[in-house]
């Protein structure tokens, strides 16, 4: 069984569209995020929510919307793509927010804005 | 200075031999450490977690905490070709928010 599943695993589209990615977890942890991995492969937070509750909010444009219906699921919708969108996004989760929580990664969606 | 900082490599080493790599830390991250290990295009899993001063060992791979300075290191005993991966270094500031290093390029060769 997959711990961390995410939908799409690939995202091609036209710049301006408008897009959702999916996250589940069947780990039964509190806390769920969102990463950005960039062409340099560097892995940066963009979200966390503990519990239906969002925690972290980085520096993202508001463009970029996460929810979370309940604390299995954590979407990520992004409005108005734009070329520098283009990236592969991953989902963790840990068991909760405490500084020694492993935090497990699903498998990714390569987003491709044209 | 970063969060987390490593050395972008790529480090080579021929198979059996132990591949050393390491990490720089600031005060503001937490005093925990994870290491990851990044195939390419696949997403970063979990290989060890350390908490405390000194070495912690599990099968082939050792992380070693050198609190006093900023330093922590993972080491791979007997490389194999299969250890050829990007490892990253991550610690947490609050509320779990994670930063990671660039990663190191490791490559075994055989």
């Known amino acids: 069984d997959t711990a961390v599943s995410q939908t799409p695993k690939y995202l091609v589209t036209q710049m301006g569209n408008d897009k959702s990615i999916k996250c589940e977890q069947n780990?039964?942890?509190?806390?769920m995020y969102w990463y950005k991995q960039d062409s340099k492969k560097f892995l940066k937070i963009m979200f966390s929510y503990n519990n239906k509750e969002l925690i972290i909010n980085e520096t993202v444009p508001n463009r970029f919307s996460p929810k979370s219906p309940d604390k299995a699921h954590l979407n990520l919708h992004i409005n108005s793509l734009e070329l520098g969108d283009s990236a592969v996004y991953f989902c963790a989760s840990s068991q909760d927010q405490g500084l020694a929580s492993e935090q497990f990664f699903g498998p990714g969606t390569r987003l491709t804005v044209l | 200075q970063k969060e987390v900082e490593q050395n972008s490599g790529p480090l080579s080493v021929p198979e059996g031999a132990i591949a050393s790599l390491n990490c720089t830390y600031s005060d503001r991250v937490s005093q925990s450490f994870f290491w990851y290990r990044q195939y390419s295009g696949k997403s970063p899993e979990l290989i060890m977690s350390i908490y405390s001063n000194g070495d912690k060992e599990d099968g082939r791979f050792t992380a070693q905490l050198n609190k006093a300075s900023q330093y922590v290191s993972l080491l791979i005993r007997d490389s194999q070709p299969s250890d050829s991966a990007t490892y990253l270094c991550a610690a947490p500031t609050d509320f779990n928010k994670f930063y990671f290093g660039s990663g190191t390029k490791l490559n075994v060769k055989p």
């Open positions: 780990l039964g942890h509190d806390t």
